[in-house]
């Protein structure tokens, strides 16, 4: 058993008891655990804190598997405890009536009586399974569930073989960016010979984020971590030429100097910055600034960019200090009809009737995570789709987890939730204060027809609409949401030339 047979059992139990799967962090502690690492070298492995993992992501990830099993769970008792409890488990998916001989979940009996080490020596990549895993988080690169997006791949490798060059990848959550930036980096190392950098900002500490210097510091020392070069930092940094100046010169005369080939450095979760006014207001047009050094310093034309980020937070940069408006955009779109028909085949999915992928399309827009879920739960016999249809807008369908993060996010800024009101109620597409239609865009609850906006699926209309008569919105809120409406009618102007 892998680590993704491993993730798929527990993350099942996580769904029924806290609405919630394993996340990155806690993911890495129980792999790094699998393997008899100890935190220290999780932490060095992955670019954290030893102190973050063992003080706050181990006690948190132990809570949830002790909630599991019924065991209390430490470290030392972590893989005796998993072997006990999903040995079982096992065995009783592969002896289920109707899957023993399904090859769809294809198990011996020795992949179900394996002995003690199959915890010590799993590993995530080694032995990649024709049964999906539960769709949580970027698709690995050796999974057949992915769905090849070559002209957008081959477009963003074009664009890097350029001196100097910047690609943004951008969309709402859970559309495939990492997935697609995964197969970026490694078509530019295998293909085209260039170094790599990879780094997830969510990797960060807050406290780091939140400081200009150490986040400039954190980000030199894990370039040259994963390019297999001593930190040197010191002898680069120099406080009085202030921390920006001493990055741009440890890159220039160690980093870049130091290897042959182009680097590619890829900033996954941007966005974490733009949280931290300071560090945004500085990093973001520092980046914009290597873009513009490469048009006349040779050195920088060795330094290609790669900025993914989430869209659903705005940043009011001005357009000189953005570097959101240079370089290729990608944004990723919904899955397209054949799109999701060829998905379900690689579900092993036989679906003959053209209608029920026509309904899925109704029913969540061809959102990739969304489409993903529905064909995971089918393929598995968890669901059909007559119950899928039935209960997908409900606090117990299989979209739960998503519609209550949307909920989440329009309670916090009541003036986008009472606009998305009027845009679920109207029977056709309607104006929006632009600011307010391009926020509500860029979180993925609305499409814009022009100036005009119209909800982006019938799950988020039905299960809004629900939630909203099951608080009884008063007269006062409905005489904002109309004042919204006005103020989109008389202002008619598109929506943000400087889009992020």
């Not at 499409?447 to 608080?471: I, M």
């Amino acid at each position: 058993m892998n680590l993704d047979q491993i993730q798929d059992i527990l993350n099942k139990q996580l769904l029924n008891l806290e609405n919630r799967c394993l996340n990155t962090t806690e993911l890495l502690i129980l792999q790094g655990i699998l393997q008899n690492q100890t935190y220290h070298e999780i932490a060095q492995q992955e670019g954290y804190s030893s102190s973050y993992f063992a003080n706050v992501v181990a006690p948190e990830l132990y809570r949830r598997l002790s909630q599991i099993t019924g065991r209390r769970v430490t470290k030392k008792n972590c893989q005796a405890i998993l072997q006990s409890y999903l040995t079982p488990q096992t065995q009783a998916i592969t002896h289920r009536p109707g899957l023993e001989s399904s090859s769809r979940n294809p198990q011996t009996s020795s992949q179900t009586n394996e002995p003690k080490e199959w915890l010590e020596n799993s590993s995530p990549n080694l032995h990649p399974s024709t049964s999906p895993a539960y769709p949580c988080g970027a698709v690995p690169l050796d999974s057949p569930f992915y769905l090849k997006q070559p002209s957008v791949e081959q477009q963003i490798i074009e664009e890097i073989t350029k001196p100097g060059a910047l690609v943004r990848i951008k969309a709402s959550q859970n559309m495939g960016k990492t997935s697609l930036l995964l197969r970026v980096l490694d078509d530019c190392e295998k293909k085209i010979g260039y170094k790599t950098v990879s780094l997830n900002l969510q990797k960060a500490d807050k406290s780091i984020l939140e400081d200009i210097d150490r986040f400039l510091r954190w980000l030199c020392i894990n370039c040259a971590r994963k390019l297999g070069l001593k930190p040197n930092l010191d002898e680069y940094w120099d406080q009085d030429i202030g921390s920006k100046m001493s990055w741009t010169i440890y890159f220039e005369e160690y980093l870049l100097a130091e290897i042959e080939s182009p680097l590619v450095l890829a900033l996954d979760e941007i966005n974490q910055v733009f949280e931290h006014t300071e560090t945004a207001e500085n990093f973001l047009p520092l980046l914009r600034s290597c873009y513009e050094e490469a048009k006349r310093n040779s050195i920088w034309q060795k330094f290609r960019l790669i900025v993914v980020h989430s869209t659903e937070i705005y940043v009011p940069l001005q357009l000189e200090q953005s570097p959101f408006n240079i370089g290729l955009p990608i944004e990723l779109h919904n899955f397209s009809q054949e799109q999701v028909k060829d998905l379900a085949k690689k579900y092993q999915l036989n679906i003959q009737d053209n209608e029920e992928i026509k309904q899925l399309m109704e029913l969540v827009g061809g959102h990739p995570a969304l489409i993903h879920l529905a064909l995971y739960y089918i393929s598995q016999e968890q669901i059909s789709f007559e119950e899928l249809l039935a209960t997908a807008a409900t606090q117990t369908g299989i979209y739960a987890h998503y519609l209550q993060r949307h909920w989440l996010t329009l309670e916090k800024q009541p003036e986008l939730a009472k606009a998305f009101h009027m845009v679920c109620q109207a029977t056709e597409a309607i104006f929006l204060e632009p600011i307010i239609a391009y926020k509500l865009n860029s979180i993925g609850l609305i499409y814009l027809v022009g100036n005009k906006a119209t909800v982006s699926c019938k799950l988020y209309q039905k299960y809004f609409q629900n939630q909203w008569n099951d608080n009884m919105i008063n007269d006062a809120y409905l005489t904002d949401l109309n004042d919204i409406l006005k103020k989109g009618k008389r202002t008619g102007t598109s929506v943000l030339e400087n889009r992020i």
